[in-house]
């Protein structure tokens, strides 16, 4: 009974299952089952008619899938770096109509940033003679023998940081000039790019 029975199952429409795996004697095995120590080797699934069904392939080594995760994350990093490059790229053709664009665009950046040096160092210049005035003041007092008052004294101290945080500003602001115009250079480059015009082109007045 149990011999004739894959005959009674295939004469039913019942698809019978077969395992091909290679034994440790590198034998190959066709059987209706697979031994568990066979299962990390890989194996094949095959119909009653000999079609494959299923290819499942071994199990992969601590070193392989090592591998195959920094594999993994590389292709996912430059996948990344890709669809990033094309959203800068799409952002600059929005951007920018023609190279020129980007030269106006800079040129107003920096005209911006420029009024902002030239009206913060007039302040500073203010605030250079205030604290002049508060030293002076205090010079007088200590000429004629007085103590200098606390309000005097914190005057004298604010005025001192006013003018080094103003200092840093402008600092910062210059630092920025040198930043905007390495950006918008890049920028250019790659409009061209795009344009498909040469780097090597004469460039509109200002350009630099």
Same mark, same amino acid.
């Given at each position: 009974?149990?011999?004739?029975?894959?005959?009674?199952?295939?004469?039913?429409?019942?698809?019978?299952?077969?395992?091909?795996?290679?034994?440790?004697?590198?034998?190959?095995?066709?059987?209706?089952?697979?031994?568990?120590?066979?299962?990390?080797?890989?194996?094949?699934?095959?119909?009653?008619?000999?079609?494959?069904?299923?290819?499942?392939?071994?199990?992969?080594?601590?070193?392989?899938?090592?591998?195959?995760?920094?594999?993994?994350?590389?292709?996912?990093?430059?996948?990344?770096? /890709?669809?990033?490059?094309?959203?800068?790229? *799409?952002?600059?053709?929005?951007?920018?109509?023609?190279?020129? +664009? %980007?030269? &106006? !665009?800079?040129?107003?950046?920096?005209?911006?940033?420029?009024?902002?040096?030239?009206?913060? /160092?007039?302040?500073?210049?203010?605030?250079? *003679?205030?604290?002049?005035?508060?030293?002076?003041?205090?010079? +007088? %007092?200590? &000429? !004629?023998?007085?103590?200098?008052?606390?309000?005097?004294?914190?005057?004298?101290?604010?005025?001192?940081?006013?003018?080094?945080?103003?200092?840093?500003?402008?600092?910062?602001?210059?630092?920025?000039?040198?930043? %905007?115009?390495? !950006?918008?250079?890049?920028?250019?480059?790659?409009?061209?790019?795009?344009?498909?015009?040469?780097?090597?082109?004469?460039?509109?007045?200002?350009?630099?």
């Amino acid at each position: 009974m149990v011999i004739l029975l894959p005959l009674i199952l295939m004469q039913q429409g019942w698809t019978i299952e077969l395992y091909k795996y290679v034994n440790e004697d590198g034998v190959t095995v066709l059987d209706s089952r697979i031994p568990t120590r066979y299962v990390r080797s890989g194996y094949t699934i095959l119909s009653s008619d000999g079609r494959v069904l299923e290819v499942v392939a071994r199990a992969l080594t601590k070193e392989e899938i090592i591998e195959r995760d920094r594999l993994a994350a590389l292709e996912l990093k430059h996948r990344l770096e /890709r669809e990033e490059k094309e959203a800068a790229d *799409a952002n600059l053709m929005r951007l920018y109509s023609i190279p020129e +664009d %980007v030269i &106006r !665009a800079r040129d107003s950046k920096l005209a911006t940033i420029n009024g902002f040096i030239k009206a913060t /160092r007039t302040n500073l210049q203010r605030m250079v *003679a205030q604290k002049r005035h508060f030293d002076a003041l205090a010079a +007088d %007092v200590e &000429r !004629a023998g007085g103590t200098i008052s606390q309000e005097n004294i914190d005057s004298i101290q604010n005025a001192a940081e006013r003018i080094e945080q103003t200092e840093q500003e402008i600092s910062n602001k210059l630092l920025e000039i040198e930043q %905007v115009k390495q !950006a918008y250079a890049r920028d250019l480059i790659r409009v061209k790019d795009l344009y498909g015009e040469s780097h090597t082109r004469k460039s509109p007045p200002g350009d630099g």
